[in-house]
């Protein structure tokens, strides 16, 4: 039995009211004013379970935020489509369209059942996660998610792209996928109800359908405000369920890795950055994209320096995007190979070309690099680098971190003894 709050027009209150009693739930209370709803949630009347019209007056974001920090699960009814994507747009899942089917209704407001022992303690997990990060300055780490997710999709492995930039997400408009989709944010707010599971990211993921392997993606928050949906708990929590899921799970983060909490007198309240920590944390290798141009390689140079402090420097994989001569002059590649190793003590595992015609191409078309020109220089380029660096099974990618010895300990001990360097002459 559970406690259930309504917050409904009174037109349809009676007949919902009624079939709550017959499925057994107790009705704990009942509002029809906005101002007293959010008493009652805030106040100390937690229900497991608010049913709320979806109409814009009685749902908003607002209201959403208070039931999640209560650990109210809203359900959403509609009485039409334009009440749906309302409540769809406001990141919610579970949404019944009236008149309500009391089968239908169960299903949405059911807990995890306490027999399904399965669903509530998951198989440890398979998967793994694929970090994407760049520093500041777009270096084209959307880019290259997405190929790598493409690539990945193509050998024939179950991938997943996840948007978990709280700055400005841009894989939805990459791949032609609408950004007013519950997403990532939707999943998060299952996440931390304890209601995530398989199931419902099977409901919330969009499937891109590329022709030499369809992969899905969690879209990205749709206005950078909502980045309080993408908190570190739920960001860490939702990345093991699809850990659990999908054998690639590749995640476009945001740049900024500035430890804010330490400038907060509120120790507690949400953390803008604090996805971007989730993701690096949960990865299994971090894939950092860099701009092949003298202010991208400064800020490649810096943000690898604050990037080793959070992770371990042989999970890191540097790639070099927008390699062009015009940027650096004759021998682009030694002389950024030269620049790299002698500043940072890093040796990149891939330099990608300047290809803007394709990219540009791809984006019109909605479609990735790959399958818009599968032998252009910047798509063959990147399927090298999956093939060396990231097609192995997780076990044996960590396996051969391990093993590559001398080669592995001279580059961990040249970017430490760079950033020794920078502190010293700070």
Do not use: K
Request: net charge negative; proline share 4%.
């Amino acid at each position: 039995m559970l406690r259930v709050g309504l917050a409904l027009d009174p037109r349809v209150e009676g007949e919902i009211l009624a079939t709550m009693l017959d499925l057994g739930h107790r009705v704990a209370w009942r509002c029809h004013d906005a101002a007293e709803l959010e008493d009652r949630l805030a106040t100390g009347s937690p229900v497991d379970v608010l049913l709320v019209s979806s109409a814009a007056a009685g749902l908003r974001a607002e209201l959403i935020d208070t039931a999640d920090r209560v650990g109210t699960r809203v359900v959403a009814l509609a009485s039409g489509e334009a009440e749906r994507r309302h409540a769809t747009g406001l990141g919610l899942v579970d949404v019944v369209l009236l008149p309500v089917d009391a089968e239908e209704l169960e299903r949405s407001i059911a807990p995890i059942e306490l027999g399904d022992a399965d669903r509530r303690v998951p198989e440890p997990a398979a998967g793994r996660v694929i970090a994407v990060w760049g520093s500041a300055g777009s270096p084209g780490t959307t880019t290259v998610a997405a190929g790598i997710a493409s690539e990945l999709a193509a050998r024939g492995r179950r991938v997943l792209l996840v948007d978990a930039d709280t700055y400005g997400s841009s894989v939805a408009t990459m791949l032609g996928l609408l950004d007013e989709a519950p997403g990532f944010a939707a999943a998060c707010r299952l996440a931390g109800s304890g209601a995530l599971d398989i199931e419902q990211l099977e409901r919330i993921a969009v499937v891109h359908p590329s022709p030499s392997g369809a992969f899905r993606v969690l879209t990205g928050i749709s206005r950078a405000a909502r980045w309080p949906e993408l908190s570190t708990e739920r960001v860490a929590t939702t990345l093991e369920r699809c850990r659990e899921w999908m054998d690639d799970v590749v995640v476009d983060t945001a740049f900024c890795l500035e430890a804010d909490e330490e400038i907060s007198s509120d120790l507690f309240a949400p953390r803008r950055n604090g996805a971007a920590f989730a993701v690096l944390g949960s990865a299994d290798r971090v894939v950092e994209v860099g701009a092949a141009d003298p202010v991208g390689i400064t800020r490649l140079l810096r943000g690898h320096a604050e990037l080793v402090e959070l992770v371990d420097p042989t999970r890191i994989s540097v790639v070099v995007n927008r390699l062009r001569s015009v940027a650096l002059g004759t021998g682009p590649a030694g002389q950024l190979a030269s620049t790299l190793s002698r500043f940072g003590g890093i040796e990149a595992a891939a330099l990608l070309p300047e290809d803007q015609r394709v990219v540009d191409a791809a984006v019109i078309a909605g479609q990735c690099l790959r399958d818009q020109a599968p032998r252009g220089a910047l798509p063959t380029a990147l399927r090298r680098f999956v093939s060396a660096e990231l097609e192995d099974h997780p076990a044996t990618s960590r396996g051969r971190d391990r093993g590559r010895g001398r080669r592995s300990l001279r580059r961990t001990r040249g970017r430490r003894r760079a950033i020794e360097r920078t502190r010293r002459r700070e």
